[in-house]
Nanobody, 118 residues
Framework: VQLQASGGGLVQAGGSLTLSCAAS????????SGWYRQTPGQQRDMVTT???????NYADSVKGRFTISRDNAKNTVYLQMNSLKPEDTAVYYC?????????????WGQGTQVTVSS
């Protein structure tokens, strides 16, 4: 599975951005997709995930502001980010997980920078 993330950029506080993550390869077996983010010197933290059944999970810090969705026909996962705050500034990585014969595989996109100015 290969993941290509796009859509990052610079936005003012209170603004919106949409990130996209296009998957290619063995996409039919992807069980979970999502987004993580990382700032310099910090660990990579989960932002949101969505499973194959459509169940979503969000970090408390983004609940009510961010929305994850997926377009199975396009093998693409989106992250709609509204009411952005300076503390949302980070490199955002898309993520996918699949299990084959009980073995779990994880995949990461290349990361896209999101900068929110105050």
């Amino acid at each position: 599975v290969q993941l290509q993330a796009s859509g990052g950029g610079l936005v003012q506080a209170g603004g919106s951005l949409t990130l996209s993550c296009a998957a290619s390869g063995s996409t039919l077996s992807i069980a979970v997709s999502g987004w993580y983010r990382q700032t310099p010197g910090q660990q990579r933290d989960m932002v949101t995930t969505i499973d194959s059944g459509g169940t979503t999970n969000y970090a408390d810090s983004v609940k009510g502001r961010f929305t994850i969705s997926r377009d199975n026909a396009k093998n693409t996962v989106y992250l709609q980010m509204n009411s952005l705050k300076p503390e949302d500034t980070a490199v955002y990585y898309c993520y996918a997980e699949r299990s084959v014969r009980g073995v779990r595989y994880t995949y990461w996109g290349q990361g896209t920078q999101v900068t929110v100015s105050s």
